[in-house]
């Protein structure tokens, strides 16, 4: 928590009807409630007393705040932020919206049932116009200008609709609660969550704060832990003691702005640099912790305020989904892969489990069909010591290339507040969209669709750093690399080739250019994925890919004849170039690989094995420290040998010791033939 005197630059320019909180109002524009937004705010309190209610909440109908760098500042001890970060179901900021793929959203917010995903208002929005970040192509500064939409609302993937009705979650009974004494002379306070150091966006060391939120992250499991631990001994209690009330509903708020605070500079980091693949990982995983300890704070605060007002009427149980291998693409009866997906049932400080039932899995789809889809395992026992639920799934038949979703659902018998055992039915959000495909053609049209939902959240346009960094995890997913241990990822320079070829350059995505793009990528990724040793080729860099035409000539120039390198082909999509120096060393040719030149039986391997014409493979190693490719040339059968079929491999072996036939007529000029009509010079090649 900030200090500051009482002495507020900020004028209250928008009132939300709470006369004793003032905000600052940078943009109201458009929307039918007020929105703010700035880039750098302080939400200011002044007023002794005085409450911020909801300064974080994302709706189109109430306010909105999306600022670049937010602080919220306390300026005497008697104010009380109250639920300056929302934390609700149905109509919080945590719940889509109806229909589409509910989901949790990537660096965004847990998507409630029958709809996207409406990603938490963004505390920190580098996009924000005429804010400036560093370019991740070069080390000057570039310039983020977004605009607005027709709802007033900054044109980036914050995703900042979707609800009609802000939640403001009173703590106590009325509209707000006042704090009467400073938070550190209440008996028995912990020490507050937001007087430690503010996380602050460092673009120099990106992994430094993502190793720091993930550490934070690993804390909360302490913090929560205690606030159950705690918030159990105050329902204990015959009295309900006002200041533990005040201080355990002042705790909430401190850990669910700091969540917040945690969530938004993933989003910022996401929104604003290139991420290496580690790090992405990390960010990844760690927004998924993030959702779980919201969804039990969520439990926490409406069980306390239930408890105030003497409601006995819910028990406070959740059923969340801590871990999945979704998004994804599954092929009909193989397994989800390494990652089993993980079911746990969270409940309220007032909650005990008395018997725990299996969990039940049942498949939703986004269109209706009438097909059967049968799961195999259909349940799985709920643990009772840890109160997880393993699923290693498989679909036995696949879904038509429609988009589905999982749902999650037990029974569960529990003494509440009311002190009276009963069962109840608890059921999870949906997991993260999947198409389970019967064969390899259909791999294409599935895992495009299955990009665009992941990349764009139901969102018209997403900031083109934000699609990088997403085309980056399914990249690597695709080409079956560990996560952990990639062999090779897509680099600044191939985002700046594809950014530059297919998107011209525009600081946002769209639908159509997304299309347009994924028609040449998708089928380079389908030819990767599936056709033999061709995976093993682009990890070791012995297909380079990313490269335009005068690339490779600048490349190739000054090499020795026959030195040659395979890229993707710009104009045909799918297909692979081949680049090479010829004979003579004059000139620079360019190879389109034919259909015919390959097949199940003939690997790219055995094709440049045939050709004379390639004799040095340029492999790319890494880049030097001005960005220019670093090369090695290597002898194309050392190169290849492994990555040919094992017909070729035993004929190169049969010629170890041996020299090949060598042309006799290289480079002489012959006479006609008798057959020419005209006389004129044959080249060698003619006639060879």
């Known amino acids: 928590m900030t200090d500051a005197n009482n002495h507020s630059q900020y004028i209250n320019a928008n009132s939300t009807g709470n006369t004793s909180s003032q905000f600052v109002n940078a943009d109201v524009s458009g929307s039918t409630g007020p929105q703010f937004a700035n880039n750098s705010s302080q939400f200011v309190n002044t007023n002794n007393g005085s409450q911020i209610a909801n300064a974080d909440v994302s709706g189109s109908t109430g306010p909105q705040f999306a600022n670049n760098s937010s602080q919220f500042v306390n300026t005497n001890s008697g104010s009380n932020f109250a639920n300056v970060n929302d934390i609700g179901n149905s109509g919080s900021q945590f719940s889509g919206g109806n229909g589409g793929y509910p989901q949790y959203s990537q660096f965004g917010s847990v998507g409630g049932a029958g709809g996207y995903p409406q990603n938490a208002p963004n505390a920190m929005n580098p996009h924000t116009p005429g804010n400036t970040i560093p370019s991740p192509y070069n080390s000057g500064v570039r310039q983020y200008n977004t605009g607005h939409n027709n709802s007033g609302q900054v044109s980036s993937n914050m995703n900042m609709q979707g609800n009609t009705t802000p939640n403001t979650m009173p703590l106590t009974p009325g509209n707000s609660m006042q704090v009467s004494q400073p938070m550190n002379q209440i008996e028995n306070t912990q020490p507050s969550l937001m007087q430690s150091r503010p996380l602050q966006f460092n673009f120099d060391d990106v992994p430094g704060v993502v190793d720091t939120i993930y550490n934070e992250t690993m804390y909360m499991n302490q913090v929560m832990q205690e606030l159950i631990r705690d918030?159990?001994?105050?329902?204990?209690?015959?009295?309900?003691?006002?200041?533990?009330?005040?201080?355990?509903?002042?705790?909430?708020?401190?850990?669910?702005?700091?969540?917040?605070?945690?969530?938004?500079?993933?989003?910022?980091?996401?929104?604003?640099?290139?991420?290496?693949?580690?790090p992405l990982h990390?960010?990844?995983?760690?927004?998924?912790?993030?959702?779980?300890?919201?969804?039990?704070?969520?439990?926490?605060?409406?069980?306390?305020?239930?408890?105030?007002?003497?409601?006995f009427s819910q028990n406070f149980c959740a059923l969340i989904i801590t871990r999945e291998p979704f998004?994804?693409?599954?092929?009909?009866s193989q397994k989800l892969g390494n990652e089993v997906l993980i079911v746990k049932l969270i409940t309220g400080a007032s909650v005990n489990v008395q018997q725990c039932f299996p969990v039940n899995v049942r498949m939703i789809r986004s269109t209706t069909s009438n097909a059967k889809q049968p799961i195999f395992p259909t349940e799985a026992p709920l643990d009772p010591l840890t109160n997880e639920a393993r699923f290693p799934l498989r679909f036995k038949e696949g879904t038509r290339k429609s988009v589905v979703n999982l749902v999650f659902s037990t029974q569960v018998r529990v003494i509440g507040m009311s002190r009276i055992e009963e069962t109840i039915v608890v059921e999870s959000t949906?997991?993260?969209?999947?198409?389970?495909?019967?064969?390899?053609?259909?791999?294409?049209?599935?895992?495009?669709?299955?990009?665009k939902i992941d990349a764009f959240q139901n969102n018209v346009t997403l900031p083109w750093i934000s699609f990088c960094n997403t085309l980056q995890r399914h990249f690597i997913r695709v080409t079956r690399q560990d996560t952990d241990k990639p062999f090779r990822t897509l680099t600044v320079t191939d985002f700046s080739y594809i950014h530059r070829r297919f998107f011209d350059l525009q600081e946002s995505v769209i639908h159509s250019t997304f299309e347009k793009f994924f028609k040449w990528f998708g089928k380079i990724l389908s030819n990767i994925r599936y056709t033999r040793y061709l995976n093993k080729l682009w990890q070791n860099g012995l297909v380079y890919g990313f490269m335009s035409r005068r690339g490779t000539e600048e490349a190739l120039n000054g090499r020795d004849p026959g030195t040659f390198i395979i890229r993707f082909s710009e104009r045909y999509e799918g297909r692979f170039a081949i680049a090479y120096v010829n004979a003579l060393g004059d000139k620079i040719l360019h190879y389109l690989i034919k259909d015919n030149d390959t097949s199940k039986k003939r690997t790219l391997g055995d094709f440049l094995f045939d050709c004379d014409q390639f004799a040095y493979i340029l492999k790319f190693n890494s880049f030097d420290e001005n960005g220019n490719y670093v090369f090695t040339a290597q002898n194309k059968k050392d190169a290849f040998r492994q990555y040919c079929s094992p017909s070729k491999q035993k004929e190169m072996e049969d010629d170890v010791g041996y020299d090949p036939l060598e042309n006799p007529w290289a480079?002489?000029?012959?006479?006609p033939s008798q057959g020419d009509t005209k006389r004129r010079k044959r080249t060698a090649d003619e006639i060879y």
């Open 231 to 278: 918030q159990s001994s105050l329902f204990n209690n015959a009295y309900l003691d006002q200041n533990l009330i005040q201080n355990l509903s002042l705790r909430h708020n401190e850990v669910s702005m700091r969540l917040q605070e945690m969530m938004g500079v993933l989003r910022m980091i996401n929104q604003s640099v290139i991420v290496d693949i580690h």
């Open 282 to 311: 990390t960010m990844f995983y760690t927004h998924r912790d993030i959702v779980m300890h919201i969804k039990q704070l969520e439990l926490l605060v409406y069980e306390l305020k239930a408890k105030i007002s003497n409601d």
């Open 327 to 332: 998004p994804e693409i599954i092929t009909k």
């Open 430 to 451: 949906p997991t993260s969209p999947f198409i389970v495909i019967t064969n390899e053609n259909q791999w294409q049209v599935s895992e495009e669709e299955i990009l």
């Open 667 to 671: 480079g002489i000029t012959l006479p």
